[in-house]
């Protein structure tokens, strides 16, 4: 953004935090990533290397617009055709509220339903062997 005072730049880490943050608002978004991004993202989240809030987001950021691609896991029982509008609608108000970008699209994948009861079938991790 050039203004006759000086430049902004927003780069694209900003863009993606906020459309994650943005998706996560939703009702019915479970989750956001494929299970290999998110298991990889709570490992190296758990030692501080990840950040879950931008796992299952990409996005493109020009001078003036963004195009956003999501990867989300949605509630079951809920309408995925409700959910992505109200997605897409959430994440383009964010951005364009936050940044100033316009938002030419948001593109969502919906790679899995969760069912609730799913944690109760994943195995405990292990306790520490020292203490």
Known sequence: MQTERGTTTIADAVVTKVAGIAAREVPGVHAMGGGAS???GSMTSRVGL??????GVSVEV???EAAVDLTVTIDYGESIPQVS???RENVSKRI???TGLSVTEVNITVNDLYFPGDEQDQQPEEP???Q
Do not use: L, Y
């Open 38 to 40: 998110r298991a990889i």
């Open 50 to 55: 990840g950040d879950e809030r931008t796992q």
């Open 62 to 64: 020009g001078e003036r």
């Open 85 to 87: 509008q109200a997605v």
């Open 96 to 98: 364009e509220g936050i």
């Open 128 to 130: 520490p062997r020292v």
